[in-house]
């Protein structure tokens, strides 16, 4: 019997930073999105190989590029402890914080390897974001994507994993400043946010093409874990197009297309800011996402930072990690195990673009309630697509002669395997995208170009 997966921060063990919500996956039929048989996933174990040592080039000073990995939780201090990382200071001047940002150090430039130079690269545009609100608060990351002070990040940075609407924001930029932030927009559907920031002489991000990355790519994290800012984790890709699902309080109420899911997002859970007291019954939505697995050690705190390849492009946003093991009586959970996921920077540029220009993002709705395809009879755990249960009078899916019965199998160039990554698929699209869609009928394989429905906001 295959080993059972690890317990995730961010959803079902995988752990978002500032709430946790444990629950266990019911399964049942579900609208656009679904749950798998069982909480267990199935791995695929490689014959046994010798490890050997890595092989890191060396390069130049003027070759400097950096790779960049944020990850997915808020590593923060409770209670109002960001104190100790930003100070009282409150103001929109810049200052300096009570702890000096952490210099990546080189001290032999004529031996600097791969990741070295990413980093430098990639280091003066990532960010530590403070949220505070009454006593609670956390720390994330940020990427910096323009020098007018768009800074990418997560939703669930900036509002305290769903606790806080209106949280005082601060910004420590790599030089040690510290500016107040305010927020432009928040997509929840897909844990993104832009927050933005007055200061002079930022440095953007070079951004990425992750549809070109490969399995095996060396990445880096640069983020803040537990508040240690300024550090550098390094990895490899360990799979493309994971789809996790997460319970998410920033999502007010499950929309339409979504798996009404009382138990909390296919048993993730989110890790709270700095250890403190989890509230399983806050989350009341789920996230669906497709992203970039990694073993590059990410950790609460890193939440919104950057996932960068080894040229210093950011590929990713880190989102969630998975956790060996947590007590949702306590609110603790063990820390990285070398299973992180990172949202695909192309997925990120359209939802940053969309709020930076009209304050919210649009996602897609295909108007179909579906289920997982058992791959081998009923009582298989491996699923094979997802079964049209219902098509929606007037929908996307009814216009493109979707019936019931039919087996989705493909999405936007995606593989579907169940109903969560039929969903996480539908949500990357905007909101009257057209789309290639492939599925079964009668045993046969078809294709058809389907135009998306706008999802109803959030209520």
Do not use: C, W
């Amino acid at each position: 019997m295959a080993p059972a997966t690890p317990a995730p921060v961010y959803g079902q063990n995988y752990a978002h930073v500032p709430d946790q919500g444990q629950g266990q996956h019911n399964g049942g039929t579900h609208a656009d999105a679904g749950y798998p048989a069982s909480n267990s996933y199935p791995h695929t174990l490689a014959p046994a190989v010798t490890a050997r040592p890595k092989d890191r080039k060396k390069v130049g000073l003027g070759l400097f590029s950096a790779s960049v990995v944020a990850a997915a939780l808020i590593g923060g201090l409770a209670a109002g402890g960001v104190s100790v990382l930003l100070g009282s200071q409150n103001t929109g001047t810049a200052s300096s914080s009570s702890q000096p940002a952490a210099p990546l150090v080189i001290n032999n430039t004529a031996s600097v390897n791969q990741v070295s130079a990413a980093a430098a690269k990639a280091m003066p545009s990532v960010v530590t974001i403070s949220a505070t609100s009454g006593s609670s608060g956390g720390t994330g990351s940020g990427i910096i994507l323009d020098t007018e002070g768009h800074i990418l990040t997560n939703t669930h940075v900036v509002t305290l994993d769903g606790a806080a609407a209106h949280a005082t924001i601060q910004v420590q930029t790599s030089d040690g400043k510290v500016f107040a932030g305010s927020v432009v927009g928040t997509d929840p559907l897909s844990d993104l946010a832009i927050v933005k920031i007055d200061a002079p002489n930022l440095v953007p991000a070079t951004l990425g093409d992750s549809s070109k990355t490969n399995v095996g790519d060396t990445v880096i994290a640069i983020g803040s874990p537990l508040g240690l800012n300024a550090t550098v984790t390094e990895g490899i890709i360990s799979t493309l197009n994971r789809t996790i699902q997460v319970a998410s309080s920033a999502v007010p109420s499950t929309p339409s297309d979504t798996a009404p899911d009382q138990n909390g997002g296919n048993g993730f859970q989110f890790s709270p800011p700095g250890g403190g007291q989890s509230n399983p019954s806050a989350a009341t939505g789920s996230v669906n996402l497709n992203v970039i697995q990694t073993d590059a050690a990410i950790n609460p705190g890193n939440s919104g930072g950057a996932l960068v390849d080894a040229q210093g492009k950011i590929i990713g946003v880190n989102v969630a990690i998975a956790s060996a093991g947590s007590s949702s009586a306590s609110g603790t959970q063990s820390g990285n195990i070398g299973v992180g996921f990172s949202i695909p920077i192309d997925h990120a540029k359209r939802i940053a673009n969309d709020i930076i220009a009209n304050g919210s993002a649009t996602h897609g709705q295909l108007g179909v309630s579906v289920s997982g395809t058992s791959a081998l009879g009923a009582k298989s755990q491996f699923s094979a697509g997802a079964t049209v249960a219902d098509v929606t009078a007037g929908s996307a899916a009814a216009k493109a002669g979707l019936q019931k019965g039919d087996i989705i199998t493909g999405m936007a160039g995606l593989p579907i395997a169940d109903a969560s990554s039929l969903t996480a698929a539908v949500r990357e699209q905007s909101g009257g995208a057209t789309v290639k869609m492939t599925f079964t009928r009668d045993g046969k394989t078809m294709e058809k170009d389907v135009t998306l429905d706008t999802m109803p906001a959030a209520k």
